[in-house]
Each structure stands twice: as structure tokens, then as C-alpha cells.
T-cell receptor, first 112, second 115 residues
Framework: LAKTTQPISMDSYEGQEVNITCSHNNIATNDYITWYQQFPSQGPRFIIQGYKTKVTNEVASLFIPADRKSSTLSLPRVSLSDTAVYYCLVGDLSRKGGKLIFGQGTELSVKP | GAVVSQHPSWVICKSGTSVKIECRSLDFQATTMFWYRQFPKKSLMLMATSNEGSKATYEQGVEKDKFLINHASLTLSTLTVTSAHPEDSSFYIC???????????FGPGTRLTVL
């Protein structure tokens, strides 16, 4: 299973762009990269997923370099409500025994 | 999007009793369900993986006789904490997958407090 490493915490201000990078050096060929957001006492919420290059949706962008050994979640113009823990997960649920292991996550604090 | 529910959302029980937590996939068939537990200010820890109709696979260090998991149908998995003790107090979260590489949906979690 690919191990992920993220910064433990980050601070930002409202309106700024926030980039959180995740390292996953031993990512496997069929592994996807998925980012989740979690608020206290809630289940994780899906943000974005990608396999390679760049993916963008209505809330975030995900940048994945060619070697796929890292990925960067980009949150444009954060607000106070984006204060949460962000997790990067790497894995392939389609194979037998596939599972996703959570790393420590990044606690993002957005200040006014 | 796909929805996963958990019941109850919170439960308080006395030490020594058993507690059952249900995890349901509401609008898709979950070939695999996962159970996590989370302590305050900590990350989610995978406890076990369950596939419909077969025995659950437990992670190292998780007592299978204490945390009984049943995945009887493609939409329901249950976690029973047997003979609960205060150290079992935690936030339990389930997730479900329909077997595709890019799909895992999380439930809202169940807060268990053992007195």
C-alpha cells in the first residue's frame, strides 16, 4: 500500500489560494489519488480524484506530475468554512483486497 | 451522488454491553464496505474490510471477536462492539465501494461513548 505524507497543518487567510501537497513515492500503476475533507464529528467528504495530469471540478483542482509520486490539491479563494482536515489517499479499490489507508492529514486553518 | 447512512448517529452504553452499528448504502450496491475508527484529533484507522457474503478481513491489531462485522447484503453491513469498555469509546465511520477503482463513499459516522 502506498504511504502518503502531508504537512500536518497549514494556515491561510480568506480569499487566498491554498495548495496542499501530498507525497506518495510508492504509488502503484493502477492507484488513483483521492482527496477528502473532514469536519469535526463528520465522515470524510469527497473533494476530487485523479490519476494523472490535472483535474478540476467546481471546488478544487488536483495537479499530478508525470511520475505521480506526489499530488497537489489547490483550493481557490478559501473561506472560513474551508477550515477542516484534508486527507490524501492513494489506492485501487477495484482489485481484490483493495483498501484505502488514511495518513495523518493536513489541518487547514483559514483566518479572517 | 451515492449516499451511505449510519445508524445510530450516537450511542451511549454501559460497560460490558454490546452495541450494534449499521451502515447502509442507500442508492447503490456496495460490494465492499470498510469500517474505520477515529479518536479525537487523530486520523481514521482502518479496522476491517467486509465483502458481501464472506468473512471480514481485519487489520492487524484489531480483535475480530470484539468487533464483529457482518455484511449480509449488498446494502447493509453491521459492526457490533461486544462487551464494550470505556476505551472503545470512539467515532466509528463506515464507507462503501461498488468495486470500481474510483468509488468510495463515507457514512456520517457514529459516536460511541461507553460509560
Amino acid at each position: 500500500l502506498a504511504k502518503t505524507t502531508q504537512p500536518i497543518s497549514m494556515d491561510s487567510y480568506e480569499g487566498q489560494e491554498v495548495n496542499i501537497t501530498c507525497s506518495h513515492n510508492n504509488i502503484a500503476t493502477n492507484d488513483y489519488i483521492t482527496w477528502y475533507q473532514q469536519f469535526p464529528s463528520q465522515g470524510p467528504r469527497f473533494i476530487i480524484q485523479g490519476y494523472k495530469t490535472k483535474v478540476t471540478n467546481e471546488v478544487a483542482s488536483l495537479f499530478i506530475p508525470a511520475d505521480r509520486k506526489s499530488s497537489t490539491l489547490s483550493l481557490p479563494r478559501v473561506s472560513l468554512s474551508d477550515t477542516a482536515v484534508y486527507y490524501c489517499l492513494v489506492g485501487d479499490l477495484s482489485r481484490k483486497g483493495g483498501k484505502l489507508i488514511f495518513g495523518q492529514g493536513t489541518e487547514l486553518s483559514v483566518k479572517p | 451522488g451515492a449516499v451511505v447512512s449510519q445508524h445510530p448517529s450516537w450511542v451511549i452504553c454501559k460497560s460490558g454491553t454490546s452495541v450494534k452499528i449499521e451502515c447502509r448504502s442507500l442508492d447503490f450496491q456496495a460490494t465492499t464496505m470498510f469500517w474505520y475508527r477515529q479518536f479525537p484529533k487523530k486520523s481514521l484507522m482502518l479496522m476491517a474490510t467486509s465483502n458481501e457474503g464472506s468473512k471480514a478481513t481485519y487489520e492487524q491489531g484489531v480483535e475480530k471477536d470484539k468487533f464483529l462485522i457482518n455484511h449480509a447484503s449488498l446494502t447493509l453491513s453491521t459492526l457490533t462492539v461486544t462487551s464494550a469498555h470505556p476505551e472503545d469509546s470512539s467515532f466509528y465511520i463506515c464507507s462503501a465501494s461498488d468495486g470500481r477503482a474510483d468509488e468510495q463513499f463515507f457514512g456520517p459516522g457514529t459516536r460511541l461513548t461507553v460509560l
